[in-house]
T-cell receptor, first 111, second 113 residues
Framework: GENVEQHPSTLSVQEGDSAVIKCTYSDSASNYFPWYKQELGKRPQLIIDIRSNVGEKKDQRIAVTLNKTAKHFSLHITETQPEDSAVYFCAAINAGNMLTFGGGTRLMVKP | GAGVSQSPSNKVTEKGKDVELRCDPISGHTALYWYRQSLGQGLEFLIYFQGNSAPDKSGLPSDRFSAERTGGSVSTLTIQRTQQEDSAVYLC???????????FGPGTRLTVT
């Protein structure tokens, strides 16, 4: 089955700096890669996603890049703000529509 | 419109008791998913419904876990003879047919004492 690895597990940045979170996946058939943001005690919220036929997608301060050959994808947050502090999860979906999640990254943005 | 809802929000039960967790998906979403999130951990897939059928039950941790969905809407996850290791947040998600995006409910925090 699919295996998704996520790094780093914790990330601390200064407000205004950029943050990058990286994930690798094992199943070359996976074709959809979402990112979720989960604040403490809240539900995971879908913030951006990318399909396998696209190399990059951007939405304001967040962007995701995908390298299908290397089987890795990354989340980039620019001009970080304290409200970006949360746990971020990457995931990959296979033909069975099952999401396999990475272990999560706790992002702390220091004012 | 209304998002995915789950009930109860919190459940404390004694070891050995059965519990039922409920999920109401977004109206019109035919696909429904159950995940488990242990404290400080990632999300673990449990089971997936397309309509009322469950083509993938591979994630259920043991035969104490079962789930059903009726009328293509509400789903119930049942855990029999609960154990302390069942303590976790149980999350439900739904999606439209043919779409990958999954939207999560607020979860049920289960504590087995």
């Amino acid at each position: 089955g699919e295996n998704v690895e996520q790094h780093p597990s914790t990330l601390s940045v200064q407000e205004g700096d950029s943050a990058v979170i990286k994930c690798t996946y094992s199943d070359s058939a996976s074709n959809y890669f979402p990112w979720y943001k989960q604040e403490l005690g809240k539900r995971p919220q879908l913030i951006i996603d990318i399909r396998s036929n696209v190399g990059e997608k951007k939405d304001q301060r967040i962007a995701v890049t995908l390298n299908k050959t290397a089987k890795h994808f990354s989340l980039h947050i620019t001009e970080t703000q304290p409200e970006d502090s949360a746990v971020y999860f990457c995931a990959a979906i296979n033909a069975g529509n099952m999401l396999t999640f990475g272990g999560g990254t706790r992002l702390m943005v220091k004012p | 419109g209304a998002g995915v809802s789950q009930s109860p929000s919190n459940k404390v039960t004694e070891k050995g008791k059965d519990v039922e967790l409920r999920c109401d998906p977004i109206s019109g979403h035919t696909a429904l998913y159950w995940y488990r999130q242990s404290l400080g951990q990632g999300l673990e897939f449990l089971i997936y419904f397309q309509g009322n059928s469950a083509p993938d039950k591979s994630g259920l941790p043991s035969d104490r876990f079962s789930a059903e969905r009726t009328g293509g809407s509400v789903s119930t996850l049942t855990i029999q003879r609960t154990q302390q290791e069942d303590s976790a947040v149980y999350l439900c998600a739904s999606s439209l047919i043919g779409r990958y995006e999954q939207y999560f409910g607020p979860g049920t925090r289960l504590t087995v004492t």
